[in-house]
T-cell receptor, first 120, second 112 residues
Framework: DGGITQSPKYLFRKEGQNVTLSCEQN?????MYWYRQDPGQGLRLIYY???????QKGDIAEGYSVSREKKESFPLTVTSAQKNPTAFYLC???????????????????FGPGTRLTVT | GESVGLHLPTLSVQEGDNSIINCAYS??????FIWYKQESGKGPQFIID?????DKRQGQRVTVLLNKTVKHLSLQIAATQPGDSAVYFC???????????FGKGTRLHILP
């Protein structure tokens, strides 16, 4: 079925290693987002991209990097500089940035199933 | 700090009763609000949204109420079912901003 996919569902890495999380969407959405979720917490924005070849830092970008070479793909790299990388990572996409859509635009984001990263 | 927050981290409701999940926000420029449902181990799913020019919106078994005077948002779920068991997040967009901000979430627990 169409939608937004993340792989793998579970990922284990040793401390000091970089790891890249995959996010792909076939919804033809312009905007894509990466969030981090810790146990019992809300979603915190890491990076987002509103258009191909452009992205912006979110609230907790330190230790992470992204690329947006294709509209359908927005991979996230968790670098060794991220001090506490173990978390549940969620990718999302939306049709267009809500602001660009005018007063009736929706900010609805479509989420992937998430990747649970454990670093030991 | 976060603009969006919740009054209760956990809400327990008897099956069949109505559930009311509350959310407070602090920014008067907040223009748009969304409720998401997140089941264990899954990504959040959109439930319903509301713009600041409305004070009520209804969906299937859900109603969102917005009180701009006291900066309060609520999600009402009618006839709560076991499948409603999840964490519910409210999120807001501030007018002129290019992202949404999530609150911490409320866990809804259904009692048999």
């Amino acid at each position: 079925d169409g939608g937004i996919t993340q792989s793998p569902k579970y990922l284990f890495r040793k401390e000091g290693q970089n790891v890249t999380l995959s996010c792909e969407q076939n919804l033809n959405h312009d905007a894509m987002y990466w969030y981090r979720q810790d146990p019992g917490q809300g979603l915190r924005l890491i990076y987002y991209s509103q258009i191909v070849n452009d992205f912006q830092k979110g609230d907790i970008a330190e230790g992470y990097s992204v690329s947006r070479e294709k509209k359908e793909s927005f991979p996230l790299t968790v670098t060794s500089a991220q001090k506490n990388p173990t978390a549940f990572y969620l990718c999302a996409s939306s049709p267009k940035p809500g602001l660009a859509g005018g007063p009736t635009a929706s900010w609805e984001q479509y989420f992937g199933p998430g990747t649970r990263l454990t670093v030991t | 700090g976060e603009s969006v927050g919740l009054h209760l981290p956990t809400l327990s409701v008897q099956e069949g009763d109505n559930s009311i999940i509350n959310c407070a926000y602090s920014n008067s420029a907040s223009d748009y609000f969304i409720w998401y449902k997140q089941e264990s181990g899954k990504g959040p799913q959109f439930i319903i949204d509301i713009r600041s020019n409305m004070d009520k919106r209804q969906g299937q078994r859900v109603t969102v109420l917005l009180n701009k005077t006291v900066k309060h948002l609520s999600l009402q779920i009618a006839a709560t079912q076991p499948g409603d068991s999840a964490v519910y997040f409210c999120a807001e967009n501030i007018l002129g901003g290019d992202k949404i901000i999530f609150g911490k979430g409320t866990r809804l627990h259904i009692l048999p």
